[in-house]
């Protein structure tokens, strides 16, 4: 792969993670401050390191192994540095099931901030979509029937990836609803909560949080060395805003807007490649540039 697309993925996986992860860094930040400066400084390291390699570098790792079983452990964290056509073969065959459950999963994901998520209303059709949020459900059962009546005729495990996609949007938005209870619950202080207790509060949200950006990059490309990069750069840039900027960083009231966007761009794009659409590696990174940097000028406008 050349250097200059090397380069736009890992910068684009970077600035993904972190427009994507803008609430959790903003939940982080306001339990943070209601726990003693020792038990910030843990979760500032060890955390920084638990959110790196046990969940954005793990689970993706764990997801080519899944859908790859044949190229075993080791072959699924290299298998993109690899010459050998039979891996190559391997990862071909599978991502039609990994592109349309991330993407399934991202679309979703989109129609519920379009139809039923309070927002800073960015663009006008926001407001129409938000009126008529109960077509939220009726709007994602027929696409996800559409998604796996095509599916079906092209590629079944196609179809069953859109089906996987889909109930783990239902299933992770679970956890988040609890994980938001549950940020509710420490920055009240109730019961007294101890600061490991807290910390392990805040890794069990920063996982069910960062779902949306790890299966997000699968759309930029299929490397998990990349991903570890870029994702890992992303938090560490997050972590630091946590601490240092996080005021600042509230005050760009529409860079939510231009991560949801981005993952409805994502989505499509992922699923177009289920379907067989080769797109360009350097098409996801670009679309998503532009996108955020859409909505980071407006917000700069509205600060002003």
Same mark, same amino acid.
């Given at each position: 792969?050349?250097?200059?697309n090397?380069?736009?993925?890992?910068?684009g996986?970077?600035?993904?993670?972190?427009?994507?992860?803008i609430?959790?860094?903003?939940?982080?930040?306001?339990i943070?401050?209601?726990?003693?400066?020792r038990?910030?400084k843990?979760?500032?390291?060890?955390g920084?390191l638990f959110?790196v390699f046990a969940?954005r570098?793990?689970l993706p790792w764990?997801i080519?192994w %899944?859908?790859?079983?044949s190229? =075993?452990?080791? &072959? #699924?964290l290299?298998? /993109?540095? !690899?010459?050998?056509p039979?891996?190559?073969e391997s990862i071909?065959q599978?991502?039609p099931?990994?592109l349309?459950?991330?993407?399934?999963?991202?679309?979703?994901?989109?129609l519920?901030?379009l139809?039923?998520e309070?927002?800073?209303i960015?663009?006008?059709?926001?407001r129409?979509?938000?009126?008529q949020?109960?077509?939220?459900?009726?709007?994602?059962?027929?696409?996800?029937s559409?998604?796996?009546?095509y599916?079906l005729?092209t590629?079944?495990?196609?179809?069953?990836?859109?089906?996987?996609?889909?109930?783990?949007?239902?299933?992770?938005?679970?956890?988040?609803?609890?994980?938001?209870?549950a940020?509710?619950?420490?920055?009240?202080?109730e019961g007294?909560?101890?600061?490991?207790?807290?910390?392990?509060?805040?890794?069990?949200i920063? %996982?069910s949080?960062?779902?949306? =950006?790890?299966? &997000? #990059?699968?759309a930029f /490309?299929? !490397?998990?060395?990349?991903?570890?990069?870029?994702?890992?750069i992303?938090?560490f840039v997050?972590?630091?805003l946590?601490?240092?900027?996080?005021?600042?960083?509230?005050?760009?009231?529409?860079l939510?807007?231009?991560a949801?966007y981005?993952?409805?761009?994502?989505?499509?794009?992922?699923?177009l490649?289920a379907?067989?659409?080769?797109i360009?590696?350097?098409?996801?990174?670009?679309v998503?540039?532009?996108?955020v940097g859409?909505f980071?000028?407006?917000?700069?406008?509205?600060?002003?």
């Open positions: 792969m050349h250097i200059i090397v380069l736009l993925i890992i910068v996986l970077a600035i993904f993670e972190i427009v994507s992860s609430d959790n860094a903003v939940i982080n930040a306001e943070l401050d209601t726990m003693s400066a038990g910030r843990w979760f500032l390291l060890w920084f959110a969940v570098g793990l764990i080519i %899944a859908t790859n079983p190229l =075993g452990a080791i &072959g #699924a290299t298998a /993109t540095f !690899s010459n050998d039979r891996i190559a071909a599978s991502a099931l990994l349309s459950g991330g993407g399934m999963f991202l679309v979703f994901l989109f519920h901030w139809f039923l309070p927002k800073q960015g663009l006008r059709h926001e129409f979509f938000l009126e949020g109960i077509w939220f459900y009726g709007v994602t059962a027929v696409l996800l559409v998604v796996v009546w599916g005729q590629n079944p495990m196609m179809a069953f990836g859109a089906v996987i996609g889909s109930t783990a949007f239902f299933i992770m938005h679970g956890f988040k609803e609890n994980a938001e209870r940020e509710e619950k420490l920055k009240s202080g007294n909560r101890s600061d490991l207790s807290k910390i392990l509060y805040l890794e069990i920063d %996982a949080f960062s779902i949306d =950006g790890i299966l &997000g #990059a699968f /490309t299929l !490397s998990v060395p990349y991903i570890l990069i870029g994702n890992g992303g938090a997050l972590r630091e946590t601490v240092k900027n996080i005021d600042t960083i509230k005050k760009y009231v529409f939510k807007n231009g949801m981005a993952i409805g761009a994502l989505s499509v794009i992922m699923l490649g379907f067989g659409h080769q360009p590696e350097w098409v996801s990174p670009l998503m540039l532009v996108i859409y980071f000028l407006k917000s700069k406008r509205a600060i002003r």
